[in-house]
């Protein structure tokens, strides 16, 4: 039986309201889509530990939060990727990789050679972070996390801040990835075209609520109690999303 | 005269590293936190700039002298006075020193963001393993700063070494003051070698500054 990650958080982060209930299995890629401003972002960032509202998370049945519970985000297997790369400028390419992998437990199921070389790091290890093209960052940030060991990656729209050419270059590194590794990922976008290529499916967000795409058709229910104007973000969500009207 | 030379670079040594080390938890703290009155601490460790340094003197006498409520605490210590002691030079010192050290400090730490400490957190490095490996080194200009600075200004001071320390040559004489006692008495040859030496010093470590701000815009770019 496929493990899921679950959860619900409520709250607040400055006028922003959150009320987001979810559940996925932890298997291949989940993309996470909706309007800006649904916050994606804030979810990603409850489910790494790195913002604490109210509420609770499961992953594979282990509590990560709950009513008594909060594991920081030091103690949480994840893998992180920025919108930017946010690689540590004082460290090399190699001294990036290295940070999170040195700190993770010892049985290390991704290998240093490996996420090289599936990432096409290997010339780029020596050099400082400084004059990394942005392409190439995103490539060290992605192999840095996958160094860590996580059981869930999560990944804040890693390409939206790439140029169509460096966006190019790096599809094909996350497809293989998708291909060769079993690490569940969330992945935010809102760009269809990236979603067809890597999602095995799509949550998808706006004002704060998930509305589950699988099945793709919202639910009546799901859709009860927002406005109109909500209605037309999730809607415009979805067809941004490559889907299509059923009914 | 190697005495005075001595007495006051182990003065400005040792504040620079006591200092250092004080400041890096307040500059941390005070980067950190969003509410108003942390504004409040920020300005009582700036007021040192502003205040005349007798007054500085004046209070810190006080409040070393055997008869105040500080030095009471120390009293069981065996320690009934630090007025006019090597020792209560250094805290002197590093009262006046503070805001050198805990502003540079602070600035880095701002300048750095939230972001690096969050990515740390994300590679499993634990609070204080962050702050060591990710904070630290990428605040380390503002370390330099902080140090250069803070050194400086203790070789620098006049006022409050002169109140609470009083001069006692071989333990709390430093240059400034010598330089006043020789000019007092006439002696302009030794004072003019002690002054411009002083004159040399501070010229070298504004420009060391000057240069590391450049080499630190160079590499921003």
């Known amino acids: 039986m496929t493990e899921v990650i679950e959860g619900r958080f409520t709250g607040k982060v400055g006028v922003f309201a959150l009320d987001a209930a979810f559940s996925f299995p932890a298997q291949g890629i989940t993309a996470l889509s909706g309007p800006s401003g649904a916050g994606k972002t804030t979810l990603l960032r409850c489910i790494a530990g790195l913002t604490r509202l109210e509420g609770r998370l499961s992953v594979g049945g282990e509590a990560w939060q709950d009513g008594r519970t909060f594991l920081p985000t030091h103690r949480r297997p994840i893998g992180v990727v920025f919108q930017e790369a946010s690689l540590l400028a004082h460290l090399s390419v190699r001294g990036n990789l290295a940070y999170g992998a040195r700190r993770s437990p010892a049985k290390a199921e991704v290998g240093f050679d490996d996420t090289v070389e599936l990432l096409g790091l290997a010339p780029l290890l020596g050099r400082s972070t400084a004059n990394l093209s942005g392409g190439e960052r995103q490539r060290v940030a992605l192999g840095r996390a996958l160094l860590s060991q996580p059981r869930l990656l999560l990944m804040d729209e890693p390409l939206s801040s790439l140029d169509a050419a460096s966006k190019a270059e790096i599809l094909p590194y996350l497809e293989r990835l998708h291909r060769t590794l079993a690490i569940p990922a969330l992945y935010i976008s809102h760009d269809a075209g990236e979603i067809a290529r890597l999602a095995d499916r799509v949550l998808f967000m706006t004002a704060g609520r998930i509305l589950s795409a699988t099945p793709a058709s919202p639910s009546d229910k799901a859709l009860a109690g927002l406005s109109a104007q909500q209605r037309d973000a999730l809607a415009m969500a979805a067809l941004k999303a490559g889907l299509t009207p059923q009914d | ?221």
Request: net charge positive.
């Open chain 2, 1 to 221: 005269m190697g005495e005075v030379i001595w007495t006051t670079l182990k003065l400005a040594g040792l504040t620079t590293v006591l200092l250092l080390i004080f400041a890096t938890p307040v500059a941390w703290w005070l980067a950190r936190r969003r509410a108003w009155w942390k504004e409040v601490v920020a300005a009582v460790t700036t007021l040192p700039i502003i205040l005349p340094p007798s007054v500085l003197g004046f209070y810190l006498l006080i409040a070393l002298a055997p008869q105040s409520p500080l030095m009471g605490l120390l009293h069981p210590f065996g320690i009934r006075t630090l007025a006019f002691s090597f020792t209560g030079l250094v805290i002197g010192s590093m009262v006046y020193s503070l805001p050198f050290a805990v502003q540079p400090i602070r600035s880095a730490f701002e300048a750095m963001g939230p972001r690096p400490m969050e990515a740390a957190a994300t590679l499993r490095a634990a609070p204080l393993d962050a702050f060591v490996t990710v904070a630290l080194p990428l605040a380390r200009r503002g370390f330099l700063t902080a140090a250069i600075l803070v050194f400086a200004h203790t070789v620098g001071e006049f006022g409050v070494v002169l109140m609470i320390g009083g001069g006692i040559p071989g333990k709390t004489e430093v240059i400034s003051v010598r330089i006043y006692q020789l000019v007092e008495s006439l002696r302009y040859g030794e004072a003019h070698a002690l002054a411009a030496g002083v004159v040399v010093f501070s010229f070298a470590a504004l420009l060391a500054l000057l240069l590391l701000d450049r080499r630190a815009e160079e590499q921003g770019r």
